[in-house]
Each structure stands twice: as C-alpha cells, then as structure tokens.
C-alpha cells in the first residue's frame, strides 16, 4: 500500500483503512478450492458462538471472541485454510421482549394482519407520551415484521462493532438463526427425529413461564432464594387419627391427591393404604409410602398436590396418582370448581379463591385455615430456593400441557453413555470443565422439550388432520416434504389439502408452537458447514477443531450441539 510517512503516528481510522482493504484483498476468505485439495488435515474449522443480537456487548465478549481469534490466527500462519463464520442468534424471547419494550406492542394472534400499522414507539420512546408499558396488541404477522426489522439493526451494529475490533472471520460465511436456510435446516433436523422416533408429542407436567405463557425446559432454570413461610395444617383422619402435614403452598390443598411419608418411618408405617380428607375442601386423599419423602422435614409427611413442584411430579408418576389440576397458564386458580370437590362447605371454600393469583389465593387460603382451625399456629417465615426462567421475573409453575419433546439421554442408558463418551472425545479447556458436562448428563431427569408457546421463531413443521367431527386424531401428524421446507404450519398448507379445509371436519389444523431457540443453534455446526444442501462443504469442516464457549451455557448450547450431532451423524 503506497503513502508517505506521516510526520506523526495516528490510530484513528485506522479500522476503517485495513478493514476496507481486507475486504477488497479477500485477505480472510475462506479458499474453498485449496481446502478441497489439501485436504481436512491442513483445515482449521471455527464453530463461532453466535451472538444474541437482540442483548448488548460488553468486554466479556470481546475478551472471548479475542481468544477465538487469537487461534485461528496463529493457524493460518502456520499454513492451515481457515473456516471461520459468523451468526446471529436473532431468534426466541429475548428478541420479543426488546421488541414489545422497543416498539410498545404485545402478540395477540387473534389480530388480522395490518398493512399499515405503525408501532406507538421508536426506541422506547413516543412523542404523545404514553408509556412502554401500555403495549399495544398486534397480529403474529405484524408482529414478526417488527422483530426481523429490529434484529437486521441490531446484527448491523453488532457486525460493526465486531469489524472495528479487527475480527478475522470472513464475514461472506454468515448466517442468522431465523433465515430461511436455519430454518430449512432447524427444520429437517427434527423431521429426521420424527422419523427416526426420537421425537414425540406428549402430555405431561411442564415448567410453565406466567409472564411469557410458555413451557421452559430443564436447562433453561435457574434457582432465586425467594421469601415463603412453613404452615402447619390439619388433614382428618377417616377411621383414624387427624395427620399434620407442614408446607409452603398452602393454596395448592384443593389440587392435593395423597400425603406421601418415607417407607421407614415407623410413625406412618400403620397409615400407609389409609385415607384422609383434606381441610376445607372434604376430599379424600391416600396415604402413601415413598423413598423420597424426608423424615427430617417437617413432620415428616408431606401434601402431595398436582403440582406443586418437581418432586410432586415424581411422586405423581411413579405412584400413578390421580391428576387435579388448580392453576391455569395465567397463573391463577381455574374460575371453574373441580369436578372432585362435591361438598357444599368445599364448594364454597373453592368460590373464595377462583381467578386469583397464587400469592392473592395463598393469604386467601391461609384466612379460610385460621377460620375452620385447620391452621395450627401461625406461618413461620423462611426463606428457600425456587425455581425461575433464567429470563423470568416470577416464579415458575407446573401445568399439564401437550409439548413436544427429544429424547436426550434421561431416559436411555444408552444414549447417555453415548453422550458422556462424546464428551471424553473434546479437549476442554480448562479440562475440569468436562465434569460439568458429565454432571448434566447424568442429572438429567427428563427429555428435552422443544416447544415453545411462542411466536418469533422456527415453526413446528407438523399439521394435525380433523376426524369428521373436526377434532385432532390422537397420535397422528402430517408432514411436509423436505423439498418443501421453510414451512409455517399456521398459513402454510399440508400436502393433499387446501386452505378453505384449515379448522373443518376432515381437513386439518396446523402447529402453532415454534421450536426451543437452542433446538436451532444446536445446529450451528449444520448451519454454518451447509449441512442437507452443501454435502461437499460439510463433509469437509465437520466435525469442527474449535468452539470458544462460556462455561455457564455447557449445559445449554454445548449439550444440545453434542445431543443433536450424536442423534443425527
């Protein structure tokens, strides 16, 4: 590059200079040609994290994106041909909620589609003074518009920050977690667990979110010492003595279905297969033995409710006990009286605590207790960790939904040693990292759910065909052709149907859960390497000589990417 020497060093626009003159020299192009002839041993393959673009920078990434660079550097000085992308995970809820808060709106998919809607904010901010909290309902459509045009700023000013640093990556070889392609590639990767039986739709107890109304999978949990308090309560005995049981959600006694104490406790050992009614309510309840009830705790015999928390949902499966369900995916007592509670004095009782909140039904109950002297004593206060959404402000609930899931090791013996042997096979680093890799997949206690109750994301690519009465067949599912993929189940048709048979008898209706967002960047080594439309480029990069993680996702992106490799390759 010609110039003379200036009289005095200077930085500034330097950036600008040698980035507009590695661009036109193709300086960190990956040469595709010569990789292919030298062959796999002469190749070094980055799988870069993508960023999320709708969060912040701040010097943690730049210090481990550094790191990464750092490496392939000192590779392509020693001769290697450098595979090295970029992408941006732009998709799942932290992009919805800085779009609600940015533009002032809320998803509601009863909405017809607006051609010519403009949000009420700009940034947070609005000229007529009303606030981000008054969000204003939109259609799906609309707004899925307003999170792709964010996200496109946000990717811009992240790729610019990002060239300023003076990243080697070559920025021709960059892909989003949202684009047609992921989602081609999301989607066909699922089919394939389909198909294969790794995939499956089922009922069961799930994590549930109240604030963003949406399962949440194991991974996604964190615990938050939250304040609470110990209530004594009364359940009477039927032809025996009254048994006291002590917990801290009260407001679940109408969903209890046993009372549950260790098989070696020699205090309960004569009530086991005898029955009590609970308080209040007038309902019959089992008595019940199982291993994971804590001598020490309490009195040493707890309420088994439906559900209260996860150890409630491992007593409920393993004692096959029956299924009454209080709450409602709003978090708050269902408005109806439960078919199981028949007394006119529990009928009553019910009345004064449907359509409340948990915390507004917990004081409520607690009333009711003091008044019928089922409460002995007043609440003791504690404080004890409960379960959030790492993305969550209020404690999560455990409702009965209909999700979709894959199978990931936690119940086959199998597949997880297959899992934990992958995991032998990566050189961590620091190398202590591996345990907790291994922990996780040992801890693991159920298959990974997949679906999310959302709507900027990756569609579910499965419609469910109507019977003559225009109800879903149980157990059945169309799926589209690979060649077809992207597809959005609810405006998108099914193979063999029209759009006038959506929702009638006969016809079908379509998924309208989209996929976990780490059920797309558990691909990104598919993504990225053109796995199902470039085998020759795959073949070549995969499986990749490098991935610089944080240790806090291992659990998260670094599990799923194992999982999903391991199914798939």
Same mark, same amino acid.
């Given at each position: ?5 200036? &009289? ?9 200079? $040698? ?68 992408? $941006? ?160 959600? @009260? ?27 609970? @308080? ?93 002297? &089922? ?195």
């Amino acid at each position: 590059m010609s110039g003379s020497i200036p &009289d005095k060093p200077a930085l500034e626009g330097l950036e600008e200079t $040698w980035g507009t003159r590695w661009d036109a020299h193709g300086t960190y192009r990956f040469n595709r040609e010569s990789a292919l002839q030298r062959g796999k041993e002469h190749l070094f393959a980055v799988d870069t994290p993508p960023p999320t673009a709708s969060g912040s920078l701040h010097i943690g990434h730049v210090f481990s994106y550094t790191h990464m660079d750092l490496q392939a550097r000192y590779h392509r000085m020693r001769g290697k041909e450098i595979f090295y992308p970029m992408g $941006w995970d732009d998709n799942g809820l932290p992009t919805e909620r800085r779009v609600q808060n940015y533009y002032g709106v809320r998803c509601d998919p009863s909405l017809p589609y607006d051609t010519d809607f403009v949000p009420p904010l700009e940034a947070g901010a609005t000229k007529d003074g009303s606030k981000p909290g008054d969000q204003v309902p939109v259609s799906r459509r609309n707004f899925i518009e307003l999170c792709e045009k964010l996200t496109v700023e946000d990717e811009k000013q992240f790729e610019d920050l990002w060239r300023t640093l003076g990243l080697s990556v070559d920025w021709s070889l960059t892909y989003r977690t949202i684009d047609d392609n992921s989602q081609r590639v999301a989607q066909s990767a699922f089919l394939k667990n389909l198909e294969r039986g790794e995939a499956y739709r089922a009922d069961a107890p799930t994590l549930w979110d109240i604030t963003f109304r949406t399962a949440v999978a194991q991974a996604e949990l964190e615990d938050r010492e939250q304040p609470s308090a110990y209530h004594k309560v009364t359940f009477h005995g039927v032809g025996i003595d009254d048994v006291t049981i002590v917990t801290t959600r @009260p407001e679940l006694i109408p969903a209890c279905v046993a009372l549950v104490a260790h098989p070696d406790d020699e205090r309960y050992q004569p009530l086991f297969g005898k029955t009590v009614t609970s @308080p209040l309510f007038g309902v019959e309840v089992p008595i019940v033995a199982h291993h994971l009830a804590q001598q020490d705790k309490g009195t040493g015999i707890a309420m088994v409710c439906t559900f209260g928390d996860v150890t409630d949902v491992i007593w409920w499966r393993e004692l096959s006990l029956e299924t009454r369900p209080i709450l409602g995916k709003d978090g708050r007592v269902l408005t109806e009286t439960p078919a199981w509670i028949q007394s006119p004095a529990g009928i009553d009782a019910y009345s004064q605590l449907a359509g409340k909140t948990v915390f507004s039904a917990k004081a409520g109950i607690v009333d009711l207790l003091r008044e019928s002297g &089922d409460l002995q004593g007043e609440p003791d206060p504690m404080v004890h960790p409960v379960k959030f959404f790492e993305k969550g402000d209020k404690p999560l609930e455990i409702v009965t939904t209909r999700q979709w899931y894959i199978q990931n090791g936690a119940r086959d013996d199998d597949l997880r040693d297959r899992l934990i042997s992958r995991g032998q096979e990566v050189a961590f680093h620091p190398d202590f990292m591996r345990v907790r890799y291994e922990n996780w997949v040992n801890g693991l206690s159920g298959d990974w759910l997949i679906s999310r109750q959302r709507f900027f994301g990756v569609p579910i690519p499965v419609w469910y065909p109507l019977d003559d009465h225009g109800n879903p067949i149980d157990g059945e599912v169309i799926t589209p052709a690979i060649d077809q993929l992207p597809v959005d189940p609810s405006s998108d048709t099914p193979p063999g149907f029209s759009e006038d048979q959506r929702g009638t008898p006969g016809g079908f209706i379509g998924e309208l859960d989209i996929m976990d967002t780490w059920a797309t960047s558990s691909l990104t080594p598919q993504l990225a390497g053109g796995w199902g439309s470039d085998d020759e480029l795959f073949s070549l990069v995969f499986p990749y000589d490098l991935r610089s993680q944080g240790q806090d996702i291992i659990r998260t992106w670094l599990f799923s990417t194992m999982l999903r490799a391991e199914l798939e390759h």
